[in-house]
């Protein structure tokens, strides 16, 4: 067969198909420009009210505030009884070990599904896809009378004991479809040289997995922080609070005083998942995508 | 992604058993399944699931499946009432028929256009055009925002008497109202903002987009197929387990909604229940009037409806989704 380079070839059906010219190329930029003002107007909306004096927000709905007030966030932050800092302290400490137990426990375990033949794995393997279905709110009441039981309400040990259980299915699914994809002539080789299997998961497969370790950290991280219904009917008193419940007190308390400090705080709530997002936009994209393809 | 099968069926060898041939084979017999089973280690690795998997669903699944047919206020023991939660349910408690109402049509009107949407997007973003990956960002970031007070907290300004939208509506000459307070128009409010995000189906639409056979495109594009007959006789066919799996969670994910409804209608799920979605309802039965038997009851018909629309779902899909093999 004749080699043709691409710059020879003519152009095929398809690529004339996907790659449109001239005007309507134009039409396609200006449609998703359009789609894209829509869908990020609302945050723009929210930062842009967070600078402006209360009067404002509502008469002037403009992006660019007439006066700035860069008070609100001062405001906002020291906010009603505990300052907002004490909020992201807590958060921080949820969420760390959310994400300290969900890498732990998820990875040894979809270590044992991935490589492992064992009795009732299919089974288990079954069970284990059907926590990912699973309504949270399903067990929430019982779960809540064995935390109740324990005395461990207006604790973190509700939120963060059981991420060091593998509760969140999801992420063992993820992994498990990454530790197939590591060759097993790797472990073989370690075993070989008479590694065990805590040894070939230590040394070999996890700092091959760090990819799918990354995905979990971000997606945990996110997930857990703005995680209110558990946060909600866990956490009771204020000095407990993270940032969402901080959130809502501020909402409750300010009610159409002070919007302009509720949307600095706001932003400032968003920001953590907007950092991780401009970081790892990629990784965040492919790790949910290489989820839907397995079906 | 297909598992390399290292394990091979072990024939024994047929030997008479003697005392110490048994005692051999055996010792064989057990180091060939350790090196196939690992033994215990498999075990060991799961554990942590294992005791998550029986303490933290299964008993808990169990212990409301009992505690439904109770009276239980958490501070003293639960009292056997029967079938009395159920009963009152679906005859006596208005409330739980709002919450019902308001979360069927919630779902039945935000995931089909969340999809739509989300396949309709994915499709613009299928070709080679300059700041794609930007195009993708902008409409994935909401998604990820999603479940965020902060976010409902925007949305419940914007939808307000003198937000955003009714500004917006203002240049068309069209006089608005307070949407979030009406309780015709509350729910609707939710509604958009789960369409407004579409981002998470989107991403793994274009991820299975990406991975149509090109050739039969470019066949169809060579035999003169209309843009519309490709997406409907080739797109759509090819696509149809990815739009399943895409269907089935985002069922999932409407009837577990929270944050919004709780944030939006500062937890009461007004005006007139209009915005008391089911998990709300849940949330307020259990842990606002301590009614934690009933809010049992409530959760296993959660349960049950939930599973058995994905029963639906996957019995359905046997008569449109398509596999390769």
């Known amino acids: ?295 | 992604m297909t598992t390399a099968k290292t394990d091979e069926v072990v024939k024994e060898p047929p030997v008479p058993a003697t005392p110490s041939d048994q005692r051999e084979r055996d010792r064989m017999r057990r180091r060939l399944a350790r090196r196939r089973g690992g033994g215990w280690w498999p075990y060991a690795f799961l554990a942590p699931w294992f005791i998550g998997l029986f303490g933290l669903t299964i008993y808990p699944m169990l212990d409301s499946l009992y505690l439904s047919f109770t009276d239980f206020d958490l501070l003293t023991p639960p009292q056997w009432t029967g079938t009395e939660n159920y009963e009152r349910m679906f005859t006596q408690d208005p409330v739980f028929w709002d919450s019902v109402h308001a979360t069927l049509v919630y779902v039945v009107v935000s995931v089909p256009l969340k999809l739509a949407l989300a396949l309709g997007v994915a499709m613009l973003l299928n070709r080679d055009l300059k700041g794609i990956g930007l195009y993708r960002a902008a409409f994935y970031l909401p998604s990820l925002l999603g479940g965020a007070v902060a976010i409902a907290i925007v949305w419940r300004q914007v939808f307000g008497g003198d937000g955003l939208f009714n500004d917006f509506l203002a240049w068309f000459g069209i006089k608005g109202q307070d949407w979030i307070s009406s309780p015709d128009t509350a729910l609707y409010t939710l509604v958009l903002l789960a369409v407004w995000q579409f981002g998470t189906p989107m991403v793994i639409f274009l991820a299975g987009l990406k991975q149509l056979p090109k050739d039969v495109y470019e066949a169809a594009a060579i035999d003169g197929a209309s843009p519309v007959t490709r997406f409907f006789k080739i797109t759509l066919p090819l696509l149809t387990p990815i739009v399943f799996f895409n269907v089935v969670l985002q069922i999932i994910d409407a009837f577990k909604t929270f944050t919004p409804a709780f944030v939006i209608s500062n937890g009461s799920g007004g005006p007139l229940n209009s915005t008391m979605l089911y998990s709300l309802y849940l949330y307020k039965k259990g842990f606002t009037d301590l009614q934690m038997g009933y809010a049992s009851a409530l959760a296993w018909v959660l349960f049950l409806v939930i599973a058995g629309f994905t029963a639906v779902n996957f019995i359905a899909s046997r008569y449109w989704v398509h596999y390769d093999d």
């Open chain 1, 1 to 295: 067969m004749s080699a043709i380079t691409p710059a020879q070839s003519p152009k095929s059906p398809l690529q004339k198909l996907r790659s449109a010219t001239g005007s309507r190329r134009i039409y396609m930029h200006t449609l998703l420009i359009g789609v894209a003002v829509v869908m990020l107007y609302p945050l723009l909306w929210m930062l842009s009210s967070s600078f402006k004096p209360d009067t404002e927000i509502f008469t002037h709905p403009g992006l660019i505030p007439n006066a700035l007030r860069p008070e609100n966030y001062s405001e906002g932050w020291s906010g009603s009884g505990n300052s907002f800092s004490l909020y992201i302290t807590n958060s921080l400490i949820v969420t760390i070990g959310a994400v300290i137990g969900n890498v732990i426990s998820c990875s040894l375990a979809a270590y044992a599904f991935a490589r492992f033949e064992f009795r009732g794995k299919k089974i288990w393997f079954g069970l284990m896809l059907g926590t990912l279905m699973l309504p949270t709110q399903a067990v929430l009441i019982p779960q809540y009378t064995i935390f109740y039981n324990l005395t461990w309400i207006n604790t973190y040990l509700p939120l963060i004991v059981p991420k060091f259980l593998a509760t969140d299915a999801f992420f063992i699914f993820l992994m498990v479809q990454f530790i197939r994809s590591i060759p097993r002539e790797l472990d073989q080789a370690a075993m070989m040289d008479g590694a065990n299997p805590l040894q070939i998961y230590w040394k070999i497969i996890l700092p091959l997995m760090k990819p799918a370790l990354i995905t979990t950290t971000i997606f945990t991280f996110i997930w857990t922080y703005d995680d209110f219904l558990h946060q909600l009917v866990y956490l009771q008193q204020n000095d407990k609070f993270t940032v969402p419940l901080g959130l809502t007190l501020f909402m409750d308390q300010t009610s159409g005083s002070s919007y302009g400090a509720m949307f600095a705080m706001s932003t400032l709530a968003l920001l953590p998942t907007l950092i991780c997002f401009l970081v790892f936009q990629k990784r965040l994209v492919e790790g949910l995508a290489t989820s839907g393809m397995k079906g």
